[in-house]
T-cell receptor
């Protein structure tokens, strides 16, 4: 069975500071991993995804994430936060148990950016 | 490319009525669409997987007679909330997978903007 844990329901950073959003997954087989961003009252936008290629994945808006199998982690980072990054971020996993068909989402982390 | 629309974006209805939500893939063919439900400040919960031309697969705990899903074409899936009650009030989000992406081994879901349902 696939599952995702996002540590911290809220993360606050200052504009220009490093952003680190944590995601740990549980999967008995190599997973596909995703990070999505959701702005208020909107759907989800894909930031980046890991599908068994390079372990360091670069996404849109300057975000990147590193797949670490030994730590079962897929943390999202951005070197310098911008006010427009304030949103809800969801980590998601898909694995062979679902035929890589369905996504299981974490509870989400709200990123707050202060001036 | 890969745009998914939902209609309506928001709806308010009286308890006991039925509400239909449409999900369309605008520039690709989607053999599979997914319906999610999101309560305030919570994560997305998969309700059902909808495959074109066949019956939807519902997740455990989701009432198939209450949440009717129809995927009649490669670009349209509908979710009908029957006899809606206030506890059905939620944000409903659909996603779609491009048929060509699936064939190519890619597994990205493209999400619609969501529909806010409020049942009075």
């Amino acid at each position: 069975a696939q599952s995702v844990t996002q540590l911290g329901s809220h993360v606050s950073v200052s504009e220009g500071a490093l952003v680190l959003l944590r995601c740990n997954y549980s999967s008995s087989v190599p997973p596909y991993l995703f990070w999505y961003v959701q702005y208020p009252n909107q759907g989800l936008q894909l930031l980046l995804k890991y599908t068994s290629a390079a372990t360091l994945v670069k996404g849109i808006n300057g975000f990147e994430a590193e797949f670490k199998k030994s730590e079962t982690s897929f943390h999202l980072t951005k070197p310098s936060a911008h006010m427009s990054d304030a949103a809800e971020y969801f980590c998601a996993v898909s694995d062979l148990s679902s035929g890589y068909s369905t996504l299981t989402f974490g509870k989400g982390t709200m990123l707050l950016v202060s001036p | 490319g890969a745009v998914v629309s939902q209609h309506p974006s928001w709806v308010i209805c009286k308890s006991g009525t039925s509400v239909k939500i449409e999900c369309r893939s605008l520039d690709f063919q989607a053999t599979t669409m997914f319906w999610y439900r999101q309560f305030p400040k919570q994560s997305l919960m998969l309700m059902a997987t909808s495959n074109e031309g066949s019956k939807a697969t519902y997740e455990q705990g989701v009432e198939k007679d209450k949440f009717l899903i129809n995927h009649a074409s490669l670009t349209l899936s509908t979710l009908t909330v029957t006899s809606a009650h206030p506890e059905d009030s939620s944000f409903y989000i659909c996603s779609a997978r491009d048929r060509e992406d699936w064939r190519g081994g890619r597994n990205e879901q493209f999400f619609g903007p969501g529909t806010r349902l409020t049942v009075l």
